[in-house]
């Protein structure tokens, strides 16, 4: 008969399979849960940032002004235009010097300036390869699930989805458990109060609120690859100059004084209805799960 000392230990319920407890399991497979409140409801889903050279983007239908197929269309074009045809009679008089204008060869060993702004030009035109954000995502749709067992049933499930593309993926479908999911203050948005909130005018504007919602939407807009969000958020948009006076206002001191006067210049009509369209599309692109 077995001792009660032989008998294995129930897990901690912050604990996960492996040990861990939430927040070293997160930390572990570089992956967050993340609530976002929206005016269809409250749901949790997951983020990761990863290298753009380690991800695939969310699979949607293209349009010709998709911003994420921009860099392809300008590679191919400038490869177009670097075409050359190559006349071989032209080439063999080249080599024995007959095609010089001036009747001399060229000088081989004497580097022409001209090659290195060709390579600069070409190390220019290559993309870099930033972080950016990637979330539980599927065919250009967010999942969101309504409970955190809901979440770690899909998870475990085995079902399509962009993360699993992931290289720490299979170690947090093998260990997360539903007490895991708990997202830190940071990780929690209420976008269902930005609209709300702006209406009230400056003198109520809510900046942590403000400047969180700006983050997500941000990283919403860029996972999703909706075109309208990243064009609202873009530099020198409305609503990012709204953004950036908002953080000028959240820093205090001089720089806080000039940020306020700034927001005063901010029409609070505007900055909602362009808020309103940007929670619009985000909403309209979620996969509510039970």
């Known amino acids: 008969m077995a001792s009660q000392s032989d008998e294995p230990e129930a897990l901690a319920p912050e604990q996960s399979a492996s040990g861990l407890s939430g927040p070293e399991l997160w930390e572990e497979v570089r992956m967050a849960p993340v609530e976002i409140a929206l005016p269809g409801g409250v749901g949790l889903t997951l983020r990761a940032y990863r290298k753009s050279s380690e991800v695939t983007p969310t699979e949607v239908q293209i349009d010709e002004d998709d911003p994420f197929d921009a860099r392809e269309r300008a590679a191919a074009r400038a490869a177009d235009d670097e075409e050359v045809i190559v006349d071989e009679e032209f080439q063999a008089l080249l080599a024995e010097g007959e095609a010089d204008p001036d009747g001399k060869k060229a000088d081989a060993d004497e580097p022409d300036p001209a090659d290195f702004e060709d390579e600069k030009d070409e190390a220019d035109d290559q993309p870099a390869d930033e972080e950016v954000p990637a979330f539980l995502t599927h065919k250009g749709r967010l999942l969101a699930f309504k409970s955190p067992e809901s979440l770690v049933s899909f998870i475990r499930s085995g079902a399509p989805h962009d993360l699993a593309q992931l290289d720490t993926w299979a170690t947090l479908a093998e260990r997360v458990q539903s007490s895991d999911v708990d997202p830190q203050p940071d990780d929690r948005y209420e976008l269902d109060l930005v609209v709300e909130n702006l209406r009230g005018g400056h003198d109520s504007w809510d900046l942590p609120l403000l400047i ?37 206002a959240e820093t205090g001191g001089m720089g806080g004084f000039f940020g306020r006067r700034r927001l005063k210049k901010i029409g609070a009509q505007q900055a909602s209805l362009g808020w309103r369209s940007v929670i619009g599309k985000i909403s309209a692109a979620v996969d509510w799960r039970d």
């Not at 064009?231 to 000028?248: I, K, N, Q, V």
Request: glycine share 8%.
């Open 212 to 248: 969180a919602a700006g983050e997500v939407a941000r990283d919403l807009g860029y996972a999703l690859r909706l075109k309208p969000v990243i064009l609202a958020l873009s530099p020198g948009s409305p609503l990012d100059d709204l953004d950036e006076s908002l953080r000028a």
